[in-house]
Every structure is written in structure tokens, then in C-alpha cells.
Nanobody, 122 residues
Framework: QVQLVESGGGLVQAGGSLRLSCAASGRTFSAYAMGWFRQAPGKEREFVAAISWNGSTYANSVKGRFTIARDNAKNTVYLQMNSLKPEDTAVYYC?????????????????WGQGTQVTVSS
């Protein structure tokens, strides 16, 4: 069982930055693929970024603005968000997958955090 706790959300003006963190329990964190998803009001949850031991991938909508990183010593994955836009407003969720391969689908992740709200004002 893996527990995930997100933090770092908040209110920021367009063009600003935020860094989200996701702290994970468990002894095998380094073997997990980790993902970030988001869900805006009235919309489906969508893939943002994912990272494994050998790489990372991003949704086209955030490529060049967001960076995913992990610190295995701290059992933590991060999402650095720069040049934020109002359309980035959403609840951001951290997810974990015991198979260390990167996938961009919700169904590929077994463990989920509770989410953290990010609001970008224009």
C-alpha cells in the first residue's frame, strides 16, 4: 500500500510559478513510476506529467513550462510549474504506479493522493 500526500498548491497570478510536492510512503518508492494529473471544474481528469527511473514525459499543454522531478531519498516527487496560465487552474493529483513504466492514462495508476488546488488568476 502506498499513501500519497500533495502540497504546494495555492493562488498565483498568470505568469507566476508554483512547485507542487507529493510525499509517498513505502520502501520501494524508487521503483515506482509517478505521475501528475489535474482536473478542472466540469472537466475530466487529465494527464500532466510522469517520471520513472529512466525518463519523463509531459502533456503537450505543459511541455516547456512544467518540470517533473523526484528525490528518491525523500520519497518525494515534484512538479515545478512556470509561466502559469488561467487554464492551468485545477486540482492537481499525484499518482503512483508499481510497474516502473511511464503511462499517461488514469487507469494505469493504482495509488492516488487527495489533490491540491491550483488557481491562476488573470
Amino acid at each position: 500500500q502506498v499513501q500519497l500526500v500533495e502540497s504546494g498548491g495555492g493562488l498565483v497570478q498568470a505568469g507566476g510559478s508554483l512547485r507542487l510536492s507529493c510525499a509517498a510512503s513505502g520502501r520501494t518508492f524508487s521503483a515506482y513510476a509517478m505521475g501528475w494529473f489535474r482536473q478542472a471544474p466540469g472537466k475530466e481528469r487529465e494527464f500532466v506529467a510522469a517520471i520513472s527511473w529512466n525518463g519523463s514525459t509531459y502533456a503537450n499543454s505543459v511541455k516547456g513550462r512544467f518540470t517533473i522531478a523526484r528525490d528518491n531519498a525523500k520519497n518525494t516527487v515534484y512538479l515545478q510549474m512556470n509561466s502559469l496560465k488561467p487554464e492551468d487552474t485545477a486540482v492537481y493529483y499525484c499518482a503512483a504506479r508499481s510497474d516502473g513504466t511511464i503511462v499517461g492514462t488514469l487507469s494505469g495508476y493504482k495509488y492516488w493522493g487527495q489533490g491540491t488546488q491550483v488557481t491562476v488568476s488573470s
